[in-house]
């Protein structure tokens, strides 16, 4: 550490599978269109709101459009991941960006959950546990062969880890 | 080892209970059947139903009494419990990290204490045993046997009491937080009982008859210095109540133990292997008179006391900020007080942020009382002129502060950071306790180069947060307070550009 100003966090070396932009894009239109749909269903049924219900409808979509088209491509290029032996080391976030380290022998539990959209994409998100209150490490987006892998590795080592990791 | 029982006369503190919610309850139903029968009829009416109380609720403790047994064997606690739905409870001795013992003034009378013996769960649920009542002698060996750890070496220096109550530390009471929250649940009371009566509009006319002759604001200005008076009462007797004849000591074997308690007597043990650290926490009240409150930083301490009189983390009431550094120093077993070390400030761009801040949340909302004034009534111009000229000095001033109190260290097996400024926190915790980092940048952040480091550990809050500390100051911290966890992930792009991302590059991973 040479320069006072010189560190900075290197980016974690794998990025997340290539099918989780559009396992984002299409979660961001699902959530966009139940309230358009419902939105749009009531500026048809109630007449004296209609303009309104309408317009509302259509500021939804076009928020939500323009999220879909934009987000995932960015979230795509920060989610980033790499488990070291020592450490996992995942970065997420897109305005507000987030680093998270933890290290292995801390870890207490590592699970993965699939739920319905990312099992049509073959992905899984893998959450690995410590010890803390805080909030568990995700790594989201993940191949889920390559998901079920890192889960046992990180398993496998979390059992060799005596003591409870406090 | 044999079956033991809880004390034959915890039905007799249920039976004291019960009379005092049978007359609680009874009186004003009494008053109100009054008005419609004849009052021989309505206390009758209440009587029956009190005794059918009283039975009922001492016959249904008396058969739990009975059902009830515990053990204590050489490896597990165990305890039964239940009529219809048997409970068998079974706890590892070793797993046991807690022995706290309560009684409040009935309890005390009759020598009895409700005993919850703990494992270091994390919420106040299932996981502990409790056993209510049972003597206080038998508690009280209870606490000492299942406490007591052989391998704990005697540390003369550190053992025995490290402080007990001197009263002049009262002080503190009435500029706490709670005064001014109790005299204003004092004013809501008085309004919520008159309003029962009927007699809200009186009792508003009797304060308006006896303000008649001063104007609005002058009422208004009294009413409050009565209510701040009424709160500064309250808050020197629950601190009366809270911290009379406490003593802080640790006892042979390594467990940290609180006693306190004026009516409600109350005794906490913390054992040391838990402990991760301290916090210093000083309101702003206590702050300005130059007083820091105690916390201990453990593992598994329920968030709350049952009968919220206040949390089982606090070791200390609020006292001289010396005094409270000592005995950090003395909880930690260290030679100086990793709380009193010198922190290393944060850069200027943290203070320009609390800066913009401050004015933000000053001059946005009289933006818009301008606005409406503009368009509906030029009052709300003075309004929002006023709110401008009284609070913007405030909140720069807090904003100042704010900045002035940022600062984190390294001290030793410690790390140390700092921030608050209506409520300063000042946390000492090992660097062993350390069980991860969280970094965390916002888009303003980025730009200022400023980042929050996030300390997760097992103990308190599960986090600590650096809040903005330079990019590089933080992240070199980080390095030097737990060596090797997040070296492999820094960099120096000027000088390594090797170290660039390169994704095709070994993953470890596959």
Not at chain 1, 100 to 115: E, F, L
Not at chain 1, 156 to 161: D, E, G, I, K, R
Not at chain 2, 160 to 184: C, E, K, M, Q
Not at chain 2, 430 to 444: A, E, L, N, P
């Amino acid at each position: 550490m040479r320069g006072e100003d010189a560190v900075r966090l290197r980016p974690p070396r794998n990025a997340v599978d290539g099918r989780a932009v559009t396992w984002w894009r299409t979660q961001l239109l699902v959530t966009t269109a139940v309230p358009v749909v419902v939105l749009a269903v009531l500026g048809a049924l109630v007449g004296p709101a209609r303009a309104w219900l309408l317009v509302a409808a259509g500021a939804v979509a076009a928020a939500g459009l323009a999220c879909a088209a934009f987000l995932p491509a960015w979230w795509f290029r920060v989610h980033r991941w790499e488990v070291t032996d020592e450490a996992v080391y995942v970065r997420t976030g897109a305005l507000w960006q987030e680093w998270r380290i933890a290290p292995m022998s801390r870890i207490q539990t590592v699970d993965t959950s699939r739920g319905p959209l990312e099992q049509y994409f073959r992905l899984a998100t893998v959450t690995v546990t410590t010890a803390s209150s805080a909030g568990a490490v995700r790594i989201e987006g993940l191949d889920h062969e390559r998901a079920a892998d890192l889960a046992e590795r990180l398993t496998a080592v979390t059992q060799a880890t005596p003591g409870d990791a406090t | 080892m044999p079956w033991r029982r809880l004390d034959p006369r915890t039905p007799l503190a249920t039976a004291a209970v019960l009379c005092g919610v049978a007359g609680g309850a009874g009186l004003p139903v009494a008053l109100g059947l009054a008005g419609s029968r004849p009052l021989w009829q309505a206390l009758s009416w209440v009587l029956a139903g009190a005794l059918l109380l009283l039975l009922g609720g001492t016959g249904a403790d008396r058969v739990r009494l009975r059902r009830t047994r515990y053990r204590v064997g050489p490896d597990r606690v165990d305890l039964h419990t239940g009529l219809l739905h048997l409970k068998r409870r079974s706890l590892a001795r070793e797993r046991i990290r807690s022995v706290d013992l309560t009684a409040n003034p009935l309890q005390r009378l009759l020598g009895l204490v409700k005993v919850r013996i703990g494992t270091g769960e994390r919420s106040g649920g299932d996981a502990a045993l409790e056993l209510e009542l049972v003597a206080r002698a038998e508690g009280e060996r209870l606490r000492r046997e299942l406490l007591a750890r052989a391998a704990a070496p005697e540390d003369p220096r550190h053992d025995g009491a490290l402080a007990a109550l001197d009263p002049r530390w009262i002080r503190y009471a009435p500029v706490s937080f709670v005064a001014p929250a109790i005299g204003g649940a004092a004013a809501g009371a008085v309004m919520q009982v008159s309003e029962w009566f009927g007699a809200q509009g009186e009792v508003i006319d009797w304060i308006g008859e006896r303000f008649s002759s001063v104007a609005i604001p002058w009422m208004i200005l009294w009413l409050v210095l009565a209510a701040t008076a009424v709160g500064a009462v309250g808050a020197l007797g629950l601190w009366i109540e809270m911290w009379w004849n406490y003593r802080l000591e640790r006892e042979p074997g390594g467990t940290l133990r609180v006693t306190r308690g004026l009516l409600t007597a109350r005794s906490v043990s913390i054992e040391e292997r838990r402990l991760r650290g301290v916090e210093l926490v000083e309101p702003l009240g206590v702050r300005l008179f130059g007083a820091a409150r105690v916390d201990a930083v453990a593992t598994g301490l329920a968030e709350k006391d049952e009968d919220k009189h206040g949390d089982l983390k606090n070791l200390m009431p609020a006292v001289p900020r010396p005094l409270a550094d000592r005995v950090a120093a003395q909880v930690l077993r260290e030679p100086g007080p990793p709380t009193g070390t010198p922190l290393a400030p944060h850069p200027r761009a943290a203070r320009n942020r609390r800066i913009r801040w401050a004015l933000w949340s000053v001059l946005a909302p009289a933006a818009l009382l301008a606005l409406l004034g503009l368009l509906l009534t030029p009052v709300l111009l003075y309004v929002a002129a006023g709110w401008t000229a009284v609070l913007t000095p405030l909140a720069l001033l807090l904003a100042r502060d704010a900045h002035r109190n940022l600062g984190h260290a390294v001290s030793g097996a410690y790390l140390v950071t700092r921030s608050g400024t209506v409520r300063r926190t000042t946390v000492a915790l090992q660097r062993s306790g350390v069980i991860g980092w969280t970094v965390k940048q916002s888009y303003f952040q980025r730009r200022a180069g400023l980042l929050t480091l996030t300390v997760t550990t097992a103990a308190g809050s599960g986090a600590y947060a650096i809040l903005d500390a330079g990019r590089s100051q933080g992240l070199a911290f980080a390095a030097e307070a737990v060596p090797g966890l997040l070296t492999p992930f820094l960099e120096q792009p000027v000088d390594a550009p090797e170290n660039r991302e390169t994704p095709e590059a070994r993953s470890t991973e596959g």
